[in-house]
């Protein structure tokens, strides 16, 4: 059986890279780290997911139990790579593969998760030769190993085709390898074109979800975590993270909490903590995911005159369109709550582009960190000098976008400063007069029972020409559930969205 396994394996190797890997020596590649699975979990081919149970062959006696269903696959354990031979002490050879160095690690992550989290879900291996990359029969991917890993073109579109359509990867540097965490981040940039694995924040719901982690403990040999932060890379699709990858070692201490001497990984619990909330996280926003693989096309119900308004949006070196579909609903609040006339079509415009004047109205969002070009900063000081209106959106309430905004505004206009607009100020008042606002369940955990609207703003020559809303309003303009979001719900989003677009064009 071992053989059959570990043949499927090289098959596997030479599908994914066109040709086999070569066998190559790699410092800390001394074979397997793991100990071999409780169980024989199933291989998933293409198509399969849950089939039907077959009757038996007899009838059961009534004293006889019936075999209960298998769960449900949560993650797929990505074959590549090559298969090796290490030979032991005793002169017996032992055979390993490329991508099972911790042969149960999933096997012992998903038995903690369905136990702690009351799920009941299982891992298969998965050959991607075979599989159909479809999210609804496994969401999640997982890949771990040493060795550089390779794709070929085929694999490459079928991942993203995969993770588009709601999927998640995984990514795991066994014994913190570098040599694998670099070419996930050059596979991962192949495939997601301006799409870079970035570091999370340390506010990012995967280090809260389940367990809320703010210190780990590392390995002696980690020499670069002195401050004990939990450390994930994570590449955003919309609103939602949906490839993750840990430069440190987590399968180790999943399969059997053991690592190797020199290993650069997290330890024990603290590993399990982790895997624990990356499994809470894919599972909450699973739908999201699903809601943001539908393209969404908005017309107008009947053909519009001469427009009043047009929804342009800043195209920034993060991720700048988290919320895809938010602006259809806003523009049709719009239409339908006041007499103003708008182009059913998101504008995406760069702040350094020369036609930036001709809109009257910026919106802005986004995640995590982004960095203006000076010539972006220039087009940003000339835009709103020049009277424009930028309405800015931390998408999920995210700190990190917090702060690279409040850099980069500084940068923009250093003789002036965000401050919260008062409670008397027009926006509240332009279309829909707003005292109290509801926010989100994260909102309320975070900074207490708030229910009044809050803005800040940047005031020249008498007149705001900059709104920023540190609480998100996209996601509450798409009206989807986004777990653990900090921001204000939809009904209320969207009045502060209608005021904003008043005030823009009335002021």
């Given amino acids: 059986m071992l053989d059959r396994v570990l043949t499927a394996a090289l098959l596997c190797a030479v599908l994914l890279g066109g040709a086999a890997l070569p066998v190559f020596a790699q410092e800390g590649d001394d074979g397997p780290c793991g100990l071999p699975p409780e169980g024989k979990p199933q291989r998933i081919k293409g198509g399969e997911s849950l089939p039907p149970l077959p009757l038996p062959a007899t009838p059961l006696r009534r004293t006889e139990r019936k075999r209960e269903p298998a769960p449900p696959t949560l993650v ?22 490329d991508w099972n160095l911790d042969p149960a690690d999933l096997q012992r992550l998903l038995k903690v998760a369905n136990n702690k989290l009351g799920i009941r879900y299982r891992h298969a291996p998965v050959e991607p030769a075979s599989w159909s990359f479809n999210p609804s029969e496994i969401p999640i991917l997982y890949f771990t190993g040493k060795r ?13 085709q995969y993770v588009e ?26 495939i997601f074109a301006n799409r870079p694995l970035a570091p999370l924040s340390p ?39 949906a490839v993750f ?59 519009p005159g001469p427009s009043d308004f047009v929804f342009a949006q800043v195209r920034h070196s993060g991720n700048w369109d988290p919320d895809p579909s938010a602006f259809a609903n806003l523009l049709k609040a719009v239409t339908s709550g006041t007499s103003t006339r708008v182009t059913f079509q998101k504008k995406p415009v760069r702040l350094s582009d020369p036609t930036l004047l001709s809109y009257p109205f910026l919106y802005m969002t986004g995640h ?42 500084k940068r923009a206009f250093p003789n002036a400063a965000l401050s919260d607009l008062p ?6 008042g332009t ?67 209608i005021n904003a677009v008043v005030y823009a064009l009335t002021h």
């Fill in 245 to 303: 990858l840990s430069k440190y070692d987590l399968s180790c201490a999943w399969d059997s909490n053991h690592t190797k001497e020199g290993a650069k990984g997290v330890l024990g619990e603290d590993a399990i903590s982790i895997g624990l909330n990356l499994v809470s996280y894919c599972l909450a926003y699973y739908d999201l995911g699903k809601y943001l693989s539908k393209e969404r096309v908005v017309e107008a119900e009947e053909t």
């Fill in 76 to 97: 797929g354990k990505v074959m590549w790579g090559e298969t090796h031979v290490q030979f032991l002490q005793d002169g017996r050879k032992f055979k390993y593969a």
């Fill in 203 to 241: 506010d990012h719901p995967v280090f809260s979800c389940y367990q809320p982690l703010k210190k780990v403990q590392y390995t002696q040999d980690t020499k670069d975590r002195p401050d004990g932060a939990p450390f994930l890379e994570g590449l955003y699709v919309g609103c939602r993270t």
């Fill in 148 to 160: 550089a890993i390779h794709f070929t073109d085929e694999v490459r579109a079928k991942l993203r």
């Fill in 423 to 428: 409670k008397d100020h027009p926006i509240y």
């Fill in 368 to 409: 995590e960190e982004f960095v203006l070009g000076d010539d972006e900063v220039a087009g940003l000081r000339r835009f709103v000098s020049n009277g424009g209106f930028l309405l800015v959106d931390s998408c999920c309430g995210n700190l990190g976008f917090d702060a690279a905004l409040r850099r980069e505004l």
């Fill in 165 to 190: 359509a709601g999927g998640y990867l995984w990514g795991d540097a066994c014994s913190g390898s570098d040599a694998f965490a670099q070419a996930f981040r050059q596979e991962m940039a192949a």
């Fill in 431 to 497: 279309q829909e007069h707003l005292v109290t606002v509801e926010y989100t369940p994260k909102v309320r955990a975070t900074f207490g029972e708030m229910n009044a609207p809050y803005l800040e703003g940047i005031t020249l020559d008498g007149a705001t020409r900059v709104v920023y809303s540190r609480f998100d309003l996209g996601c509450g303009w798409e009206n989807q559930e986004h777990p653990w979001a900090k921001g204000v719900l939809a009904k209320d989003a969207l009045r502060l969205g």
